[in-house]
């Protein structure tokens, strides 16, 4: 939980990368750097059994500190909200616990306290859940097979921007795809507070065959590091104009 702020990637796919880094290393490194990797798998309405693809799907978000889910596209948007806001309690349950620890011992946690303090300290991470500043960035896979999901994850990203911003704390999300046309990911949506624009930019999605998983979500993870620079050298010019008055 660096700068305050929580950082979170949400990926959505549809099953097994195949080209590049193994993604499950990406995403811990990512959560190295303070962001939770949250992965939602998706299936067709029609399919009876998760493909073996699909396990990779609990790799990448155990290993990104992360939520994972698997779902049918019928179900999407409700899930979508879920998982960001239960990444959202695990994140600072886990930033509660490690402050708690310092103050009380290392080998306490908000499991040992006795109920009434439990409830207590629950209260305040609840608090955090609505207060802390929230930035989501949004990876989805537009490998050939995810063509017809595309329509669904729209709905389901509007959803959640509205959902998302009746909290206090302020929300910022951005959405890339990947495989981009001659990069690992591609630009869709830039940052900003609500999304409910998305829909202009979502039919300039072209599906591709190949999935680079692992690449894609380390490129992810530098852009949330490109923004704190963008915003640092703002603030620097901003501190450089009213010194010499303009």
Same mark, same amino acid.
Request: proline fraction near 3%; charge should be negative.
């Given at each position: 939980m660096k700068n305050g702020s929580l950082?979170?990637?949400?990926?959505?796919?549809?099953?097994?990368?195949?080209? !590049? %880094?193994?993604?499950?290393?990406?995403?811990? &490194?990512?959560y190295q750097q303070g962001i939770t990797v949250n992965v939602i798998g998706i299936l067709e309405d029609d399919q009876t059994e998760s493909p073996d693809g699909?396990?990779?799907?609990?790799?990448?978000?155990?290993?990104?500190?992360?939520?994972?889910q698997i779902v049918y596209s019928e179900s999407l948007s409700q899930t979508v909200q879920m998982v960001t806001k239960q990444a959202m309690n695990q994140t600072l349950q886990g930033f509660v616990n490690k402050e708690l620890r310092q103050i009380l011992g290392s080998d306490q946690g908000i499991e040992?306290?006795?109920?009434?303090?439990? !409830? %207590?300290?629950?209260?305040?991470?609840?608090? &955090?859940?609505?207060t802390s500043d929230l930035e989501v960035l949004v990876l989805v896979d537009t490998s050939a097979s995810m063509h017809n999901k595309l329509p669904t994850v729209k709905e389901a990203l509007v959803d959640l921007s509205i959902s998302l911003n009746s909290r206090i704390g302020r929300n910022k999300f951005c959405i890339y795809s990947f495989p981009g046309k001659r990069k690992d990911i591609q630009l869709v949506f830039d940052w900003s507070p609500k999304l409910d624009t998305i829909s202009t930019v979502f039919p300039k999605l072209t599906s591709g065959g190949i999935t680079p998983t692992g690449p894609a979500i380390r490129e992810a993870m530098y852009q949330f590091g490109k923004k704190s620079l963008l915003r640092s050298f703002r603030h620097e010019d901003e501190s450089g104009m009213e010194e010499t008055g303009y």
């Open positions: 950082k979170q990637i949400l990926l959505l796919t549809d099953g097994c990368s195949n080209k !590049g %880094e193994d993604p499950s290393a990406t995403a811990a &490194l990512a699909l396990q990779e799907v609990e790799d990448i978000a155990l290993s990104g500190g992360g939520v994972s040992d306290l006795d109920p009434e303090k439990r !409830g %207590e300290i629950m209260e305040v991470v609840e608090d &955090l859940g609505e």
